[in-house]
């Protein structure tokens, strides 16, 4: 939400500093439109390695697990406490 909140308003500071010019017949800058641009060229790409890879799916997959122990934890723990 701040993010977004970030690029309407540079959207529309980037519009009232430079105005589409009829000749060039351009809509202003959407907020989308200077978030690809922004990606394209300033921001990094995240990792794309076959480490990375891997080691993103271990965490994400030992997270799940955990996840879902606890949950079976806690539906014990209050089937004990209401019956």
């Known amino acids: ?8 308003v540079t ?14 017949k351009l809509i202003p800058l959407t907020p989308r ?10 921001l990094t790409q995240p ?3 076959l480490a990375h890879v891997l080691h993103c799916s271990q965490w994400r997959r ?12 806690w539906n014990e723990v209050t089937a004990v406490v209401i019956t």
């Open 33 to 42: 439109e200077l978030l690809t641009l922004l990606r394209a060229s300033v």
């Open 1 to 8: 939400m701040i993010a977004y909140t970030i690029l309407a």
């Open 47 to 49: 990792g794309r390695d």
């Open 62 to 73: 030992r997270h799940q697990h955990r996840a879902a122990a606890c949950h079976r934890h």
């Open 11 to 24: 959207t529309a500071r980037s519009s009232a500093v430079i105005p589409a010019s009829a000749e060039a």
